[in-house]
């Protein structure tokens, strides 16, 4: 049964750490998201990757979150420094899209729950 | 105002009732539509996709209307399982998914 993990599932730390979130699409896929989950401001897109190109990013805070594809089993998400406020569940989800027609169904991993103090 | 949106409920019915919800969005030039079903603490599980008119799977039936710019999801014979957030996802221009805030639905014995 093909699905995306990611780790860790839950993280705390303090306020100033750096905070790196990775993710395992599912074999095949070739599109990587990056979701934030609020209670507040619900599900928010940060970032998504084609074929480990970076295709939008314009969700992301730039100063302090990065997001990479080193290759095409690994994605990570990166925030330094973090602050209290990026407290949240971070998703990553995965698909395959080969052209304009392609249905577009995402599939998530069990997110990875931050806290920073 | 926002590109996919949903009543926030709770909607609280009886087993075995049938129960819709709505989910409008703004840009017309949306293709494909999503259901997924939330779990509390748990990620969202992909329900079902709406391409053209419609989709049926079982007791649950996805309707889509673009006149209206509004796709419906019917649950028929409610069970207590089905309790769970219920959000609506549209492609955008974007080509990503932009996601309904979610409405929440609670099955009674």
């Known amino acids: 049964d093909a699905r995306v993990t990611q780790t860790p599932r839950d993280k705390v730390t303090e306020m100033g750490q750096e905070v790196t979130m990775r993710c395992q699409p599912i074999l095949g896929h070739n599109t990587v998201f990056w979701y934030r989950q609020t209670m507040m401001q619900g599900l928010e897109l940060l970032a998504y990757f084609r074929n480990r190109a970076p295709l939008d990013d314009s969700g992301m805070p730039k100063d302090r979150f990065s997001a990479e594809m080193p290759d095409a089993t690994l994605a990570t998400l990166k925030i330094q420094p973090s602050e209290p406020r990026d407290s949240a569940v971070y998703f990553c989800a995965s698909g395959l899209v080969l052209g304009p027609e392609s249905h577009n169904e995402q599939f998530f991993g069990p997110g990875t729950r931050l806290t920073v103090l | 105002r926002k590109e996919v949106e949903q009543d926030p409920g709770p909607f609280n019915v009886p087993e075995g009732a049938t129960v819709a919800f709505n989910c409008t969005y703004s840009?017309?030039?949306?293709?494909?539509f999503f259901w997924y079903r939330q779990d509390c603490r748990k990620e969202p599980k992909l329900l079902m996709s709406v391409y053209s008119s419609g989709n049926e799977d079982g007791r649950f039936t996805a309707q889509l209307n673009r006149a209206s710019q509004y796709i419906s999801l019917l649950i028929r014979d409610s069970k207590l399982s089905d309790s769970a957030t219920y959000l609506c996802?549209?492609?955008?221009?974007?080509?990503?998914?932009?996601f309904g805030s979610g409405t929440r639905l609670q099955v009674q014995p």
């Open positions: 996802a549209a492609y955008t221009g974007r080509r990503a998914l932009t």
């Open positions: 840009n017309s030039a949306s293709q494909s």
